[in-house]
């Protein structure tokens, strides 16, 4: 008799078993499907973003077709945001590079325009610089490069105009 009733639980407790993992199977296995296809697409669409990231790093100019103007006269003071603590910082750079690439469709006109509208150039710096404080310019010079750089292009209209040099920056 208890070899009957025992064999009877574990009948049951089997079938129970075949009837929760067959539960499993058809409910939770396609939603879990879902959830990592989605998964799958965000990670790819960052992954592109990074990637175009660093196409723009690598779509490099090579030095030949390069050409640097150095404004004149480019000493620059800019009033920084104000810290966490409130007080009042600067940055000032010695020399401010614009990079050409020789070979860009209107690089002759870039060219020649530049030396007359060195004032865009400097207030899209300033511009710029006053969004930061002193320790986002002191560890994210590269973005605010770039930032510097599209805005540049932006004003000019421009692809030309390749990188932004700001030499010499100290912050105080």
Known sequence: MKKNILTIIITVLVALNVILTSLVVFVMVP??????NLVTDVSDALNLELESQKD???NKV???DTTIYTLEDSKMNVNLAKSEDGSNH???MSSISVSLNKKADDYSTINTALPNYKNYITESITDTLNKYTV????????TIRAEILKKVQEK???KSIISITLGGIVTQ
């Open 31 to 36: 939603s879990l499907n879902k959830v990592n």
């Open 56 to 58: 723009k790093g690598t």
């Open 62 to 64: 090579s030095i030949e």
């Open 90 to 92: 600067y940055a000032t």
């Open 135 to 142: 320790d986002q310019v002191n560890t994210q010079q590269e």
């Open 156 to 158: 000019f209209n421009t």
